[in-house]
């Protein structure tokens, strides 16, 4: 029986010799691209067909560096890339390293190198880069007179701002002398000192929009004083300009949008900030009124002459207060006395002379109590209501009174 292969096996030597062919390990192919389909992933699947085949083609994530525009069906290009076997389905594939437009590989290639030489010179160093005002009056513009970029320049930065001054440098944008004509423009713009620069025009092919890939003007936007906009072709055109500017835009109306303030939204700003600082200056006022007149009712409260008014008030009520006290101390002392004087009056010795009784004193002037006290021939007095007597004991006798107890006279 002859030998028999396996798909796999043949898939395999056929992938071997596409490997060690050196001729399909770099090559480039011209066609129309067709079926073109960006995956989620990143991946780019197209194919590219002329009037004799198909080839299929597909341009990894990580080689998307080397394609500078969007691709689409229908686009005449140029592929670099390598010819293999995809031993799965034991198809062949050109896997895609690089793409061109038909006709301006030649000009990317210049436009590559400049851009890299440009950027190792410093170039388009973000250090470099000037912010753009938030407020102009003053803008220039570096344009075709008659393209639509100057008037979606002038008809959206109008609106945005009607009293601002749109300064028009009528500049060539294509073919001979263009890049000169722009360098001029960017030089008497910047010497009127305008606020803002817009240089661009519409989209275009590469061959069109070359002028803003010369070195010339690249080096007249970065040496200006002036900031610069750049607002070259559609959003997917990128030029030397574009990073030599201070600011990119994708196109020449977002250009006019990022250079020029919206008049209405700064007014209605400034009305904002107004009322916000009439209502802080109210709240402001309002607060401190309200901490003055509490300042006004605890300096009322500590006064020194509501202090003393209040003390003379407090004096006064402890005056009453004692008089009070004092009046009924009295009255209590005088009710009390009333009481003594009572009992006194009862124990009066002047009312026991009255009721007959003496009082009866030695010569030294003692009072005599007892019979013992005296003796026969001493003088003793004896005192009565309405006067005293005085008199000589004669005799002395000793009586016992009725209580048992015995009595003295």
Same mark, same amino acid.
């Given at each position: 029986?002859?030998?028999?292969?396996?798909?796999?096996?043949?898939?395999?030597?056929?992938?071997?010799?596409?490997?060690?062919?050196?001729?399909?390990?770099?090559?480039?192919?011209?066609?129309?691209?067709?079926?073109?389909?960006?995956?989620?992933?990143?991946?780019?699947?197209?194919?590219?067909? *002329?009037? /004799?085949?198909?080839?299929?083609?597909?341009?990894?994530?990580?080689?998307?560096?080397?394609?500078?525009?969007?691709?689409?069906?229908?686009?005449?290009?140029?592929?670099?890339?390598?010819? *293999?076997?995809?031993?799965?389905?034991?198809?062949?594939?050109?896997?895609?390293?690089?793409?061109?437009?038909?006709? %301006?590989?030649?000009?990317?290639?210049?436009?590559?190198?400049?851009?890299?030489?440009?950027?190792?010179?410093?170039?388009?160093?973000?250090?470099?880069?000037?912010?753009? +005002?938030?407020?102009?009056?003053?803008?220039?513009?570096?344009?075709?007179?008659?393209?639509?970029?100057?008037? !979606?320049?002038?008809?959206?930065?109008?609106?945005?701002?009607?009293?601002?001054?749109?300064?028009?440098?009528? @500049?060539?944008?294509?073919?001979?002398?263009? @890049?000169?004509?722009?360098?001029?423009?960017?030089?008497?713009?910047?010497?009127?000192?305008?606020?803002?620069?817009?240089?661009?025009?519409?989209?275009?092919?590469?061959?069109?929009?070359?002028?803003?890939?010369?070195?010339?003007?690249? #080096?007249?936007?970065?040496?200006?004083?002036? +900031?610069?906009?750049?607002?070259?072709?559609?959003?997917?055109?990128?030029?030397?300009?574009?990073?030599?500017? *201070?600011?990119?835009?994708?196109?020449?109306?977002?250009?006019?949008?990022?250079?020029?303030?919206?008049?209405?939204?700064?007014?209605?700003?400034?009305?904002?900030?107004?009322?916000?600082?009439?209502? %802080?200056?109210?709240?402001?006022? !309002?607060?401190?009124?309200?901490?003055?007149?509490?300042?006004? /009712?605890?300096?009322?409260?500590?006064?020194?002459?509501?202090?003393?008014?209040?003390?003379?008030?407090?004096?006064?009520?402890?005056?009453?207060?004692?008089?009070?006290?004092? #009046?009924?101390?009295?009255?209590?002392?005088?009710?009390?006395?009333?009481?003594?004087?009572?009992?006194?009056?009862?124990?009066?010795?002047?009312?026991?002379?009255?009721?007959?009784?003496?009082?009866?004193?030695?010569?030294?002037?003692?009072?005599?109590?007892?019979?013992?006290?005296?003796?026969?021939?001493?003088?003793?007095?004896?005192?009565? /209501?309405?006067?005293?007597?005085?008199?000589?004991?004669?005799?002395?006798?000793?009586?016992?009174?009725? *209580?048992?107890?015995?009595?003295?006279?």
């Amino acid at each position: 029986m002859k030998n028999a292969y396996s798909v796999g096996q043949v898939n395999r030597y056929v992938k071997n010799m596409f490997t060690q062919d050196y001729f399909l390990r770099k090559i480039n192919v011209r066609g129309e691209v067709s079926n073109c389909k960006y995956h989620p992933s990143g991946h780019i699947y197209f194919s590219l067909k *002329d009037e /004799t085949g198909l080839l299929r083609c597909i341009m990894f994530a990580g080689d998307r560096r080397g394609l500078a525009f969007s691709m689409k069906d229908g686009d005449k290009v140029i592929v670099g890339g390598s010819l *293999d076997v995809y031993e799965k389905d034991g198809s062949y594939r050109l896997y895609a390293k690089e793409i061109t437009l038909e006709g %301006a590989g030649i000009l990317y290639e210049r436009f590559l190198a400049l851009k890299q030489e440009l950027e190792d010179m410093g170039l388009f160093a973000q250090e470099y880069k000037q912010p753009i +005002p938030r407020y102009i009056k003053r803008l220039g513009v570096v344009t075709a007179p008659s393209g639509a970029a100057i008037q !979606d320049i002038r008809n959206i930065s109008l609106r945005r701002n009607p009293y601002l001054q749109i300064i028009l440098y009528p @500049a060539l944008v294509q073919g001979e002398g263009a @890049a000169e004509s722009i360098v001029k423009g960017i030089q008497m713009l910047d010497s009127i000192h305008v606020d803002v620069i817009i240089v661009g025009r519409g989209g275009g092919s590469i061959e069109d929009l070359w002028a803003f890939n010369e070195e010339i003007v690249a #080096r007249a936007i970065f040496e200006c004083s002036t +900031p610069v906009i750049s607002a070259v072709g559609h959003e997917t055109d990128f030029t030397i300009a574009d990073f030599a500017a *201070d600011l990119r835009a994708p196109t020449p109306s977002a250009a006019a949008e990022l250079a020029v303030d919206d008049y209405r939204s700064v007014v209605e700003s400034f009305s904002y900030y107004r009322d916000r600082f009439y209502r %802080a200056m109210s709240g402001k006022t !309002d607060y401190f009124s309200s901490v003055l007149r509490n300042y006004q /009712t605890k300096f009322s409260y500590l006064s020194p002459l509501n202090r003393l008014r209040e003390q003379k008030q407090q004096a006064a009520d402890y005056e009453d207060t004692i008089c009070q006290a004092m #009046r009924e101390k009295i009255q209590e002392n005088r009710h009390r006395l009333s009481v003594y004087l009572e009992r006194f009056t009862g124990l009066s010795p002047l009312r026991k002379l009255n009721q007959g009784f003496g009082y009866v004193e030695n010569a030294q002037r003692k009072t005599v109590t007892s019979v013992k006290q005296v003796k026969t021939g001493d003088t003793i007095y004896v005192s009565l /209501t309405d006067g005293t007597i005085e008199t000589e004991v004669r005799s002395i006798k000793t009586e016992e009174r009725t *209580d048992g107890q015995p009595e003295q006279s």
